[in-house]
């Protein structure tokens, strides 16, 4: 499968490794010469360094022969701009947004992305619903996929209070975004966590042990 990846932070390259693990053919434009450079050295992946709303941009990732394309990027517009020239003019079969602001997620569907997913919106709706456990809710396998979305609550004695998201080993993990006394927060690199943050942690299956013991101290 060929798949154009458009974005600049470590989900990118969390969903890239994945993809390339896979034997996908992979493409990633980003903006960033800084973030290309060492997305080429990690991954087995076509790097370009642009902006992935600009038609000449696709054009030169190949948009035209793409299977996928996936907009990750923390501006809305741009994702929806990339969405819509990848369909219209490159024919691209299906098209994948991440939705900043969740009010925006009915004009993405409505405007024919295939899948537009607001992480404020899942979060949300992990945080109405109670289970037993005070740090865990809401293990969710997203299906044939490998991945699990999940909300952790830091205590005041987790390890990660205080640590900002870069220096933490969340290997295979990447936290997507951060309640904080009921503001949604998009975690950045160098955004610090604090006692009672609810994270979204998006996992692989296998790593989502290793991970609750990085930021809890408690192991699954």
Do not use: W
């Amino acid at each position: 499968m060929r798949i154009i990846l458009i974005g600049s932070d470590k989900l990118t390259y969390f969903l890239g490794r994945r993809f390339a693990s896979k034997g996908d053919y992979l493409t990633i434009i980003t903006p960033e010469k800084e973030t290309a450079v060492s997305l080429s050295r990690r991954l087995k992946a076509t790097l370009i360094e642009g902006n992935g709303s600009d038609p000449a941009v696709l054009q030169e990732a190949g948009a035209y022969q793409a299977d996928v394309l996936l907009a990750l990027t923390p501006r809305d517009q741009d994702n929806l701009i990339a969405c819509q020239i990848a369909q219209d003019r490159y024919g691209v079969p299906q098209t994948v947004a991440i939705v900043n602001d969740p009010d925006n997620r009915a004009i993405f569907e409505e405007l024919g992305v295939s899948v537009a997913f607001s992480a404020t919106e899942i979060l949300g709706s992990m945080i109405e619903q109670q289970t037993t456990s005070e740090d865990i809710r809401n293990l969710v396998p997203v299906a044939g996929s490998g991945v699990t979305i999940t909300e952790v609550v830091l205590g005041e004695g987790s390890p990660a209070v205080g640590q900002a998201i870069k220096n933490l080993p969340l290997h295979g993990a990447v936290v997507a975004c951060v309640v904080r006394r009921g503001r949604v927060l998009i975690a950045k690199r160098n955004s610090y966590l604090h006692a009672c943050d609810r994270l979204l942690l998006i996992s692989e299956d296998d790593k989502y042990g290793t991970v609750q013991q990085v930021l809890t101290g408690e192991g699954v």
